[in-house]
């Protein structure tokens, strides 16, 4: 318990570290908001506008750093992460709140999957070495070695087009609204397949690869003799006595991994154009959206750290030697 | 009391196929008998464990088998060939019929799951249809047998000191009331004095339940003291085989003599400290003829061109030696 407090104490004082750093890294960045503004309307705002705008953006209060820090901080704890430049004024609580959902499903049922089938299948190619598993390693590393984003343009290429069932971009057919209905569910399935087996194939192997390393490391272990010298099935021994301990490393792999579904798949939703996190974050890059940016690094941050605790505690329970009495 | 319960009759182990296999054990013939302890002594790499590994099936790859039998004789019902078993055959032998308990006190036990676990689930695989309070019971008084509380069910191994990890072994082996256990240097890894704490513990269990040992270790004096008999390995083979007092009193061969002499006596006078000059044979490239005859001080004619047969020598009668210089009266009965 007190490791674990020691633990949280550790990750509160990581966000305050990233968050302080998530304040003063926009400052640095040359030009500012109304200046974007302007050159995005090409000169046809007012003066006036363009001084209500600096109002607007907090801009006009010549407020020293430390007074911005304090408001920035009061304004974090009241939930209010300013207003979206691009998708002005809709608040960037609001824009983050529309296309998280869209990350969180795809990636993270697709993370899920991934681990769950890759882990099974390294235990399957760990356990019986040289089986018809363990010869499929070096294509699913092959696959692993290629990045996403060109995955997903070689499957746009091969298998989108005109007249194809897998759409090449988007989230949802255009003109649905998003409800839970039976007109929605089913285009949103089908647009997040091409997506979703283009991440399945690239980061499946590496479950598979380090599960298999894992169990054939395992295998030769003194209890694995002891477990088969007492007459154990061979499942109870694969299972329990191999798979159970090879896992650990595995586990906390995943907890961390959950932590990049929400900023880790960029050039995926870039390449499919789809609603998600990553690809908001690339068009509030292109267009200096300063609060918007700031308000997707924050999730990102916030959820690695999460992911980081989550990796713990899964290590606590799993693992009873680290856990000290 | 002459009862054999395993018997071992011409068994080869070998590492690797064809020509690039290495011959770790070589024609080991061994009975062990009913209620005996049987001390199988010998250098690293004599292939002691090999053997033991070799009689349970248990031999990690490139480990092969490629001749001889091992026959086990249960208390009631025919004899059976350890190495034709069935998988699922060689399964409910395993444990029920030969436990063993292994060099690594350390590494034995799973470390992610408690002592519980790993004593129950060995009972459920055997006897599946027991009660979960029966095993239960069975478990608490199997750490009882040993001298550990019961408490200590929950515990987890690494809460555990090295000794207790040890007897926890001990005790898991006797789970299932075996026939034969098998011990691979069980004490090695601990210190004398909880070395003498176990091997006691060890003897008066014997006493009380009646299994047979096969003690493995390279400690000779443990098994002076510890051991009804006593089979000497050296490159594969077995090269002397004698009860216990008779081998300490008299050794026949110059390598169970040097062994002998390589540790103190705890009691009696001082006698010097010689050990065996030379190393362990290559197993690749072994000596022709007596495998010994490298290192032997008293090694001569045919040493090095024949192997000696193991058997019982003419001036020493009750006890088997493969060396020329006690040349055999009659081969060991087939």
């Known amino acids: ?325 | 009391m002459r009862d054999p319960v395993l018997e071992i009759r011409g068994l080869r182990v070998d590492y690797g196929l064809g020509d690039a296999a290495v011959h770790a054990v070589r024609d080991v013939d061994l009975t062990l008998h009913r209620g005996e302890v049987l001390g199988l002594a010998g250098e690293s790499g004599s292939g002691k464990s090999t053997l033991a590994y070799g009689l349970t099936r248990l031999l990690p790859p490139p480990g092969v088998i490629s001749g001889g039998e091992v026959v086990y004789h249960p208390v009631d019902g025919p004899p059976v060939d350890v190495l034709s078993l069935s998988p699922a055959r060689l399964r409910a032998f395993r444990w029920a019929d030969t436990s063993i308990v292994f060099q690594g006190a350390m590494n034995s036990l799973n470390p992610v799951h408690r002592i519980s676990t790993q004593l129950l689930d060995v009972i459920k695989a055997h006897e599946p249809r027991s009660a979960a309070a029966a095993r239960l019971a069975r478990a608490r008084d199997l750490l009882r047998l040993v001298g550990i509380s019961a408490d200590r069910l929950e515990s987890y191994p690494h809460q555990l000191s090295g000794g207790m990890r040890q007897r926890v072994m001990i005790a898991m082996a006797l789970a299932l009331e075996p026939q034969v256990v098998i011990m691979d240097e069980p004490t090695t890894a601990l210190d004398v004095v909880m070395q003498r704490q176990i091997l006691g513990q060890l003897a008066e269990l014997r006493q009380r339940l009646g299994f047979a040992v096969l003690f493995i270790t390279h400690d000779l004096s443990l098994l002076v003291e510890f051991s009804d008999r006593i089979a000497i390995m050296y490159g594969g083979r077995i090269v002397e085989e004698a009860p216990a007092a008779d081998l300490y009193r008299r050794a026949l061969h110059p390598y169970t003599d040097g062994l002998l002499h390589s540790f103190p006596a705890l009691r009696g006078a001082r006698r010097e400290l010689t050990g065996i000059p030379g190393s362990p044979p290559d197993l690749r490239a072994m000596p022709t003829g007596c495998a010994f005859h490298p290192r032997c001080p008293r090694a001569f004619t045919p040493c090095d061109t024949d192997v000696p047969p193991l058997g019982r020598p003419a001036d020493a009668p009750g006890r088997d030696v493969a060396c020329w210089l006690h040349p055999v009266a009659e081969p060991v009965p087939r």
């Open chain 1, 1 to 325: 318990m007190r490791f674990l407090l020691q633990r949280v104490a550790f990750y509160l004082f990581t966000a305050w570290a990233a968050i302080t750093l998530n304040f003063f890294i926009p400052r640095m960045v040359p030009g500012d908001p109304v200046q974007s503004l302007i050159s995005r309307n090409q000169g046809r705002i007012s003066a006036d506008a363009i001084e209500s705008l600096r109002v607007l953006f907090g801009l006009d209060k010549n407020q020293n750093v430390w007074e911005q820090y304090v408001d920035y901080w009061n304004q974090l704890l009241h939930g209010d992460l300013g207003l979206s430049f691009t998708f002005f004024p809709a608040p960037v609580s609001t824009v983050i709140g529309d296309s998280l959902p869209w990350t969180v499903g795809l990636v993270g049922i697709t993370t899920i999957i991934s681990f769950f089938l890759g882990t099974a299948l390294g235990v399957g190619a760990g356990w019986r070495r040289g089986s018809w598993v363990d010869g499929l390693l070096p294509a699913t590393t092959f696959l692993s070695s290629i990045p996403y984003f060109w995955l997903g343009l070689v499957a746009i290429a091969l298998f989108a087009g005109p007249g194809s069932f897998f759409p090449s971009s988007g989230g949802y057919e255009p003109g649905l609204v998003p409800a839970f209905d039976q007109y929605f569910i089913p285009s949103a399935i089908q647009h997040s397949i091409l997506p979703a087996a283009t991440i399945l194939v690239s980061s499946m192997s590496g479950w598979i690869l380090s599960m298999r390393n894992m169990m054939v490391t395992v295998s030769s272990e003194d209890y694995i003799t002891v477990a088969h010298a007492k007459g154990l099935s061979e499942r109870r021994v694969a299972l329990s006595y191999a798979a159970r301990n090879a896992l650990l490393p595995n586990v906390s792999g995943f907890a961390l991994s959950l932590g990049f579904i929400v900023g880790g798949t960029l050039l995926v939703e870039i390449v499919f154009s789809y609603p998600g996190l990553g690809y908001q974050l690339f068009q509030a890059v292109g267009a200096k959206d300063y609060p918007l940016m700031q308000g997707i690094f924050l999730i990102i941050t916030i959820s690695v750290l999460v992911a980081n605790l989550l990796a713990d505690v899964a290590y606590l329970l799993l693992d009873p030697r680290t856990r000290k009495s």
